[in-house]
């Protein structure tokens, strides 16, 4: 059973800067393909950010890439999202994904392995 902890979800300003962080644990010595996705009100969940279990391949959603940066603590199973410049459309519930796969910069969540999922709010 792997269990998905995030933190770092809160209100900030457009323009300020938020980190959130995820952490993946439950299994000695596995590792994974992890990523976040989002879900605003009325709108279905979408990918935001994937990071192979390398740390050297990353996915962003254009409408995030050169603000948000996916990073991943080295041999760990712990990423996290430093999102820069953000907008009232980056507005959502952000959620960690564990175990999907990762295929040509391409994340596919997992069912399974899902965190509870942390809410972020961006307003003046």
């Known amino acids: 059973q792997v269990q998905l902890r995030e933190s770092g979800g809160g209100l900030v300003q457009p323009g300020g800067s938020l980190r959130l962080s995820c952490e993946a644990s439950?299994?000695?010595?596995?590792?994974?393909?992890m990523a976040w996705f989002r879900q605003a009100p009325g709108k279905g969940r979408e990918p935001v950010a994937a990071i192979d279990m390398s740390g050297t391949s990353t996915y962003y959603h254009y409408s995030v890439k050169g603000r948000f940066t996916i990073t991943r603590d080295g041999d760990k199973n712990t990423i996290d999202l430093q999102m820069n410049d953000p907008q009232a459309e980056d507005t959502a519930v952000y959620y960690c994904n564990a175990g999907g796969t990762y295929y040509q910069n391409s994340y596919h969540p997992s069912e399974d392995y899902w965190g509870q999922g942390v809410q972020v709010a961006v307003s003046s």
């Open positions: 439950g299994r000695p010595g596995a590792r994974y393909h």
